[in-house]
């Protein structure tokens, strides 16, 4: 009897232990999962910073040359009715 009860001691102990491995060692797997997600979205959000920059000066480089367009324009309207 006393075999029986030391064996289910040591299964349930093994098992407490096994439980809180696990747990461990899943919350240890998530947590570098989730330092790899945010690093990628860095990276991503970098890119994307980039290309947003870009289309910003592009358009701001054609606003400039439509001031300069209808400038011209003006001028010209302006001499014509002169």
Sequence with gaps: MEL????VKRAAVWL???L???GLAGYWWEHQRAALDVADLRVRHA?????VGA????????LKA??????AL???LSKGRK
């Design 55 to 62: 289309t910003i000066k592009q358009l701001a480089e054609e």
């Design 16 to 18: 407490i232990l096994g």
């Design 47 to 51: 890119d994307e910073l980039k290309a």
């Design 4 to 7: 029986r009860k030391l064996f």
């Design 20 to 22: 809180l491995g696990g």
């Design 66 to 71: 439509e001031r300069h367009r209808r400038e």
């Design 74 to 76: 003006e001028q010209v």
